[in-house]
């Protein structure tokens, strides 16, 4: 079972860009109503075995203000899925679970294709 991992440093956060593996990152806050809505649906989707090769970050943008600034987050929730430095895809702002997942297929693919 994938745990879901947060992270409230930078120095996390630039460790995760470091990996040459697929990562998303859930940007999110405590005071976002959407986002306590889409908090089960991730870390469901972080457990299902399609996914098993991708690690599953969240980071609570008031806690992790610098992380934030970084990924030039200015709304929530927002997701980023990373490969090393480099963003695959764009990102998607807004709690679509069905949309998310298709970026991670696509993610995938395009990890494979490179």
């Not at 991730?42 to 690690?55: G, R, W």
């Not at 970050?57 to 203000?65: H, P, R, S």
Request: aromatic letters at 8%.
């Amino acid at each position: 079972m994938a745990a879901v991992k947060s992270i409230s440093k930078k120095t996390e956060f630039d460790s995760c860009l470091k990996l040459e593996k697929l990562v998303v990152f859930y940007f999110s806050a405590s005071w976002c109503q959407p986002c306590h809505l889409m908090a089960p649906k991730y870390a469901e989707l972080a457990n299902l075995p399609e996914f098993v090769n991708i690690d599953f970050v969240t980071v609570d943008i008031d806690e992790a203000e610098e992380i934030a600034d970084a990924a030039g987050i200015d709304a929530v929730p927002t997701f980023q899925i990373f490969r090393g430095d480099a963003q695959v895809g764009e990102e998607l702002v807004g709690a679509d679970e069905v949309k998310l997942k298709d970026r991670l297929k696509e993610a995938i693919r395009q990890n494979a294709a490179a």
